[in-house]
């Protein structure tokens, strides 16, 4: 009886590592500056706001100087949600 034929099976090669690309299109080094940025900003102002007795940064706002302070600080948050 004749012997059959064996078939080589062909070699593995991995598929490209999309990390070369990955890099390129995923640069966020931006993110943590300006998010610390916004938070230290909305600290500052309601600190300045505190310590000045509501004269200081915009006197005209009044009490609505807290609500920009927190402002700057959800800001700071929104910007976070594009960290990676």
Known sequence: MPKSRIRKKA????????QATSLKLNNRAWVAP??????????AWIVVF????SSM???SLGNWNI???FGFIAAGFGVSTQWK
């Open 11 to 18: 070699d593995y090669t991995p598929p490209p590592s999309k």
């Open 34 to 43: 300006v998010m610390l940025a916004l938070f230290l900003i909305g600290l």
């Open 57 to 59: 940064p915009v006197e």
């Open 67 to 69: 609500v920009v302070g």
């Open 50 to 53: 505190y310590v000045t007795n």
